[in-house]
Nanobody, 122 residues
């Protein structure tokens, strides 16, 4: 079993930055791709960013390209979020993929964290 714990969320103003962290309880995730997803109020969960094992390849949703940066080390996952916008308000979830590659498809992930709330005021 892989346990994931997100942290770093909070309430910020538009244009501010936040850094989300995801602590992975088991080292087996170091051989897997990992990703961030989010769910805004009243909306479906959507892909944000993903990174392959060893950080060799990254994917980003168009809505966050140029503003968010995903990274990882020693099994932990991070999401640096700059120039935040009110539409970034959501619960952010980290996830571990079934394979070693980056993926934007939620069905490719089999372990999920409980999420951390990010609220961006205008």
């Amino acid at each position: 079993q892989v346990q994931l714990v997100e942290s770093g969320g909070g309430l910020v103003q538009a244009g501010d930055s936040l850094r989300l962290s995801c602590t992975v309880a088991r080292r087996t995730a170091s051989n897997n791709g990992m990703g961030w997803f989010r769910r805004a109020p009243g909306k479906e969960r959507e892909f944000v960013a993903s990174i392959a094992y060893r950080g060799g390849n990254t994917l980003y949703a168009d809505s966050v390209k140029g503003r968010f940066t995903i990274s990882r080390d020693s099994g932990n996952l991070y999401l640096q979020m700059d120039n935040l916008k009110p539409e970034d308000t959501a619960v952010y979830y980290c996830a571990v993929a079934r394979g070693s590659y980056a993926s934007s498809t939620s069905s490719q992930y089999n372990y999920w964290g409980w999420g951390t709330q990010v609220t961006v005021s205008s």
